[in-house]
């Protein structure tokens, strides 16, 4: 295994879609599917992603409330059409779960309680291992994996910022600064760029736009080489 992989601290499109077809060999798979596939939509911390309540959903308005931790920015996001979908089908079966009634956590364990961040370390590490990845998996690859998802596609560095909720945008560029892509029309472009400040319902829309665009089916295919990453 080269250096390169043991270093990479992202999962690719496609190595997130075997994660997911993989689990659904197992038990509690739509709740686990549900879990990663929003801790990647969404670029969610692990204690975000298992901070989710019930209340932070609107499945009729697609909008889902997130609360940064890390004194990060907390905002409203889109939900793509596969994420409702998923959601959903958790929720049919999370009415089976003990003492589901009585929890307001979104994500509960087999007990009833809400899921911990070792319980979620445990199924998406060995998970990745089963799946043969050529990484082993962790929660917060996770959240890298949308930076740079984002960043391939070519959204705005101060988009992806807001959009992750870091308040220093250093934290931001890690995933731009590895885009070489970035550059290829900087001079037919020279003279169409506008400095402006984005508003929240552009935000929203341009993120919906990009997501819908890779995930509104079921199986994920690749679109373009530009979705591949090096």
């Not at 077809?21 to 911390?45: V, Y």
């Not at 509960?108 to 799946?131: E, H, N, P, V």
């Not at 508003?199 to 089916?217: A, G, Q, V």
């Amino acid at each position: 295994m080269s250096n390169i992989i043991l270093k990479r601290k992202y999962l690719t499109h496609s190595e997130i879609e075997v994660l997911l077809k993989e689990l659904e060999k197992h038990s509690h798979a739509d709740r686990n599917i549900c879990m990663i596939f929003m801790g990647f939509i969404h670029g969610f911390r692990v204690s975000e992603l298992l901070g989710l309540q019930l209340a932070d959903v609107d499945l009729e308005g697609k909008k889902l409330r997130v609360q940064r931790l890390k004194n990060g920015f907390s905002t409203i996001h889109p939900m793509v059409a596969r994420e409702i979908q998923l959601i959903r089908k958790w929720l049919s079966l999370r009415q089976r779960y003990k003492n589901s009634d009585q929890s307001d956590w979104l994500f509960l364990s087999r007990t009833g309680a809400r899921m911990s961040r070792q319980q979620f370390y445990k199924i998406i590490r060995q998970t990745s291992l089963k799946a043969n990845l050529a990484v082993c998996a962790n929660p917060h690859m996770l959240r890298h994996s949308c930076g740079y998802a984002l960043a391939d596609n070519g959204v705005d560095t101060r988009l992806i910022q807001d959009y992750l909720g870091h308040r220093n945008i250093r934290h931001t560029v890690r995933y731009t600064a590895s885009n070489a892509g970035r550059f290829e029309t900087i001079w037919l472009e020279r003279g169409k760029r506008k400095l402006s400040t984005i508003s929240t319902k552009l935000l929203t829309n341009k993120l919906s736009h990009f997501f819908n665009s890779i995930y509104l089916h079921p199986t994920y295919k690749k679109q373009s080489n530009s979705l591949i990453y090096p």
